[in-house]
């Protein structure tokens, strides 16, 4: 039994950083093949992102990094108390992926090796960071959700299934390290933003 449980926890994270890389491709390919279009709301959201962090200002690159780490953590909070959630929820790491690819995309493409060490000095570490506090905390609540999911279905009780104060230590614990990345994120741009002009 324990052994089947692991390999379906395996199988969900496994599934859950697929995603991921699948959305990363994605997003890749999407820019590059819409690389000379400039009026779409994508370059508006390109080029805001790159003033924020050639501003070399702390709090516009702080706030929008760690805000948006935690919508999506309280996205899958919600998700993971709905027996519903667990396809809202795979969807998350799949378009995070995808915004990820994108401006890698863009940046490498557009920027050639300024952009390289552009995203190597300012983005790559807390990039990583917030995408794996987001794959692990997805991989969590899935699972919760299949439950419910599964008690809904053959109709049992699943209250022994929720423990809200497990959920919730979950959401501070990987907020904390979206918080932590969001931190550096903005530390970074203040100190080598204005170095990267765009």
Not at 72 to 83: G, K, P, R, V
Not at 99 to 128: D, H, I, N, Q, R
Not at 154 to 173: C, E, M, N, T, Y
Request: hydrophobic content about 55%; proline content about 3%.
């Amino acid at each position: 039994m324990r052994k089947r449980v692991d390999l379906q926890n395996r199988l969900v994270t496994y599934t859950v950083f697929g995603l991921y890389y699948l959305g990363l491709i994605l997003g890749a390919v999407y820019a590059a093949g819409h690389r000379g279009e400039q009026n779409n709301y994508f370059w508006y959201y390109i080029e805001s992102f790159l003033q924020n962090h050639n501003a070399g200002s702390f709090l516009p690159v702080f706030s929008v990094s760690f805000l948006s780490v935690l919508g999506l953590n309280l996205l899958l909070l919600i998700c993971s108390f709905s027996c519903l959630g667990a396809p809202f929820i795979l969807m998350l790491p799949l378009l995070r992926g995808i915004s990820a690819g994108m401006v890698s995309a863009v940046l490498y493409l557009s920027y050639g090796l300024k952009g390289l060490l552009f995203e190597l000095f300012l983005l790559l570490l807390p990039t990583v960071v917030q995408a794996l506090e987001l794959l692990l905390f997805a991989a969590d609540t899935f699972d919760t959700s299949v439950k419910l999911f599964r008690c809904a279905l053959l109709h049992r009780s699943s209250v022994a299934l929720i423990d809200p104060r497990k959920a919730l230590q979950g959401f501070v614990l990987y907020s904390s390290a979206g918080l932590a990345a969001a931190i550096l994120e903005g530390f970074f741009a203040l100190l080598l933003g204005p170095v990267f002009r765009f």
